[in-house]
């Protein structure tokens, strides 16, 4: 039996998360996934993601708006009395078709693991900077020393 509160499980775990991930293989990755998982990106996806049978769609997506992204581990902090972990992670790569082909992305990140069950990943917050990624890209104008949200409410100014 797995026991998420063995430090080197959790080191394990997130090793074989980043594999995953990089391989751009959707099996690899729901394979690390609890059948009840509750996944938690709403900076990227509209609603937090119930089941893994709902994530194939959502790791699908991933690859598709970011074709050759890679992440790489910066430090894995983990919580052994409590079966958690969180890597701090720097994800590269090209954006969505439809964007520049020419200009990437370099941004931090935070894949949070808020608990396990049988082995297996069973709760999981997403935090990253998107729109950090979309102004890399282009899709995005500079902030021009907007702080905090309105920046974000700029943006809504342009589209009236």
């Excluded at 080191?11 to 990089?22: E, K, Q, V």
């Excluded at 430090?75 to 079966?83: H, R, S």
């Excluded at 808020?114 to 997403?126: C, E, I, K, Q």
Aim: hydrophobic content about 40%; overall charge negative; glycine content about 8%.
């Amino acid at each position: 039996m797995t026991d998420a509160h063995d430090p080197a499980f959790l080191r394990r775990f997130a090793d074989d998360w980043l594999t995953a991930w990089n391989s751009h293989d959707t099996e690899q990755v729901l394979a690390l996934l609890h059948p009840r998982i509750e996944w938690d990106d709403t900076v990227f996806w509209p609603e937090v993601i119930h089941g893994r049978d709902a994530m194939r769609t959502y790791v699908d997506r991933i690859w598709a708006v970011m074709p050759d992204v890679r992440f790489e581990e910066v430090q894995l902090f983990t919580a052994p009395a409590d079966g958690r972990a969180l890597v701090l992670f720097r994800q590269e790569g090209s954006g969505p078709p439809q964007l520049d082909p020419g200009k990437r992305f370099s941004t931090h990140g935070c894949d949070i693991f808020l608990g396990f069950t049988d082995g297996l990943l069973s709760r999981y917050l997403a935090q990253y900077e998107i729109t950090d990624m979309m102004r890399q890209l282009g899709a995005l104008p500079p902030r021009e020393g907007k702080v905090g949200g309105a920046y974000l409410l700029s943006l809504m100014s342009r589209n009236r």
